[in-house]
């Protein structure tokens, strides 16, 4: 079945830099790609997805590129916060059945 | 409009003992699904709903178990409680499809004592 891998699961950055969260999946007919933010004691948010017919979406710091030969799609956080410290997950989906989920990134800002 | 809600938000339970979670989804989503989430673990996916019906099943025994209503109301259940089933419950609803975009209420923070 389908399976996502992502990496790295902690990622630490000075304030101010960019972080980037890389995720593979092996199913090709995968076509929904999110992301979601989840900070402590919280629900996951969604923050941004791509689907299979775009190679890259941006939206404000936040960005999603997707490269679908060698099945893979990352997120890049540009002028990092703060308030950007928070665990990240990626899924993916072929649309009909459940999102399959990687473990997720511990994304730490350091002052 | 409003988001998911999940009720309640906390909950002790002694093992042993049945629990019953609820989620209302954002209004007019008809695909109700249900996550596990231990303490460094990622998002494990219990079951999802849609008109009623069970329309996908994780890897969890049959001891959890849900239901969704006609205005797409779900719970999920747990019967016979044990020490593991401590974690974060939460609910997600999507507007058709589970394998779309899919919003996340708050969760329910299960302990079991």
């Known amino acids: 079945g389908e399976n996502v891998e992502q990496h790295p699961s902690t990622l630490s950055v000075q304030e101010g830099d960019s972080a980037v969260i890389k995720c593979t999946y092996s199913d090709s007919a995968s076509n929904y790609f999110p992301w979601y933010k989840q900070e402590l004691g919280k629900g996951p948010q969604l923050i941004i997805d791509?689907?299979?017919n775009v190679g890259e979406k941006k939206d404000q710091r936040i960005a999603v590129t997707l490269n679908k030969t060698a099945k893979h799609f990352s997120l890049h956080i540009t002028e990092t916060q703060p308030e950007d410290s928070a665990v990240y997950f990626c899924a993916a989906s072929s649309g009909n059945y459940q999102l399959i989920w990687g473990a997720g990134t511990k994304l730490i800002i350091k002052p | 409009k409003a988001g998911v809600t999940q009720t309640p938000r906390y909950l002790i339970k002694t093992r042993g003992q049945q629990v019953t979670l609820s989620c209302s989804p954002i209004?007019?989503?008809?695909?109700v699904s249900w996550y596990q989430q231990t303490p460094g673990q990622g998002l494990q996916f219990l079951f999802e709903y849609f008109s009623e019906t069970q329309r996908n099943k994780g890897n969890f025994p049959g001891r959890f178990s849900g239901r969704q209503f006609s205005n797409s109301r779900s719970e999920m259940n747990v019967s016979t409680l044990e020490l593991g089933d401590s974690a974060l419950y939460l609910c997600a609803s999507s507007l058709d499809r589970a394998g779309t975009e899919a919003f996340f209420g708050q969760g329910t923070r299960l302990t079991v004592v």
């Open positions: 209004s007019g989503h008809r695909s």
């Open positions: 791509i689907r299979s």
